[in-house]
């Protein structure tokens, strides 16, 4: 039991790091890719359930941290569009990083 809850852990904080790195160019600290990775974890099984896209690398490790990092970039593009912004701040964004 406390193996898997230390794995599902560090998987979930890798996958929330990986998906800070892709989206934002850094991580979110230790708690907050640990957050972002664990309900990326929830949001990717579900949409690649519902998309029929379950990845089957042939370790479970790999498997949940794929879909995992999946959620977790997803969560952030979907909080990104949903965070109040100015047109201008959107557009600079998509060109120039800050």
Known sequence: MHESLLVTLLVG?????????????????????????????????????ALGLMPHFGTPLLNHGLVAFGGAVVLLLVIGLLRPRSIGERVTGLWHRR
């Open 13 to 49: 904080a890798v996958a929330g790091w990986l998906a800070g790195l892709v989206i934002r160019g850094s991580g979110y600290g230790i708690i907050g890719d640990i957050i972002v990775g664990l309900l990326g974890g929830v949001a990717g099984t579900y949409l690649f359930s």
